[in-house]
């Protein structure tokens, strides 16, 4: 069993900045492509973006696009989120994925098979 572990989370004022870390102790975690997804009070949730197994490359949805970037560091079996210029929008509970199957590009066409428990960040206007 797979085991991702979110931390980061928390509150910060419109224009702010927080990083998430989602770890995990899987040895085979750099076969993983991994990813973020958000959801909002009352939202549906909604894909943030993407990073291939080995870091180089990414996607992301158009909603945080030049805000957010994901990294990832093999050798600590851990993926990051850094989030910047962030607005009260964003206000989500935030959850890391892996999926050994699916490709970064791909990361949103099916459920990916590995989540956290997600951690929230809160906005303030």
């Known amino acids: 069993q797979v085991q991702l572990v979110e931390s980061g989370g928390g509150l910060v004022q419109t224009g702010g900045s927080l990083r998430l870390a989602c770890a995990t102790s899987?040895?085979?975690?750099?076969?993983?492509?991994m990813g973020w997804f958000r959801q909002g009070p009352g939202k549906e949730r909604e894909f943030v973006g993407a990073i291939s197994r080995g870091g180089g490359n990414t996607a992301y949805a158009d909603s945080v696009k030049g805000r957010f970037t994901i990294t990832r560091d093999n050798t600590k079996n851990t993926v990051y989120l850094q989030m910047d210029s962030l607005k009260p929008e964003d206000t989500a509970a935030y959850y890391c994925?892996?999926?050994?199957?699916?490709?970064?590009?791909?990361?949103?066409?099916?459920?990916?098979?590995?989540w956290g428990q997600g951690t929230q960040v809160t906005v303030s206007s």
């Open positions: 899987e040895s085979f975690f750099s076969s993983m492509t």
């Open positions: 994925a892996g999926d050994y199957s699916l490709g970064y590009s791909n990361f949103n066409a099916k459920i990916p098979r590995y």
